[in-house]
């Protein structure tokens, strides 16, 4: 167990739907990360918040947005889904820089129909 | 971040040790050289880290070449629940400044753990 939580584990939902996925970090850190895993792709580096601020951006599409809030759990909202949105979708959580290990949640897995 | 190269699959019979190799000749004097695996569809678990010297904690051993050009983790009695993905993974020392923060994962290897 990591320690990072996330809600929920499974989602399915329709095309051109929204939906919000929500992460715990572990107790003490400051930094959350989101992650999407789909077949084709692998495991991509979506977006980074440190302390409720943006922190750096990876591959993260227009019609994707987080947040991160003061007690330090951030939610990622994903709209106007599509199909090929469906994926694995991780939190990981961790301190600033390279000696800070990132440690992941469990994932919510997404499936768009 | 420097790219990096392993085999896609590896087979390790239960109880020997199992020894990962990457590739990362383009690796910088600032960057370390990082190992994750993933079991299945789990989140990625850390496993180890290093910049030069070599690295040892209570699930593996990390060997780094002096050169720095190549690493080899050691899971020293693979176990059945070792079989997972395995990635190797370079970053840049601190906070890159505009750049992305978060981790690149290539393919990684699959292991297997044979009984």
């Known amino acids: 167990d990591s320690g990072v939580t996330q809600t929920p584990k499974h989602l399915i939902t329709a095309t051109g739907q929204r939906v919000t996925l929500r992460c715990s970090p572990r107790?003490?850190?400051?930094?959350v990360y989101w992650y999407q895993q789909s077949l084709d792709q692998g495991l991509q580096f979506l977006i980074q918040y440190y302390n409720g601020e943006e922190r750096a951006k990876g591959n993260i599409l227009e019609r994707f947005s987080a947040q991160q809030f003061p007690d330090l759990h951030s939610e990622l909202n994903l709209s106007s889904l599509e199909l090929g949105d469906s994926a694995l979708y991780f939190c990981a959580s961790g301190g600033i820089g390279v000696q800070e290990t990132q440690y992941f949640g469990p994932g919510t897995r997404l499936l768009v129909l | 971040d420097a790219k990096t190269t392993q085999p896609p699959s590896m087979d390790c019979a239960e109880g020997r040790a199992a020894n990962l190799p990457c590739n990362h000749s383009t690796i910088s004097g600032n960057e370390y050289v990082y190992w994750y695996r993933q079991i299945h569809s789990q989140g990625p678990q850390y496993i180890i880290h290093g910049l030069k010297n070599n690295e040892t904690n209570e699930m593996a051993s990390l060997i780094i070449t002096e050169d720095r050009k190549s690493s080899t983790l050691i899971l020293p009695h693979a176990t059945l629940r070792d079989t997972a993905v395995y990635y190797c993974?370079?970053?840049?020392?601190?906070?890159?400044?505009?750049?992305?923060?978060?981790?690149?994962f290539g393919k990684g290897t699959h292991l297997i753990i044979q009984p």
């Open positions: 107790s003490g850190d400051l930094s």
């Open positions: 993974i370079v970053r840049v020392a601190g906070f890159s400044g505009g750049g992305a923060d978060g981790l690149t």
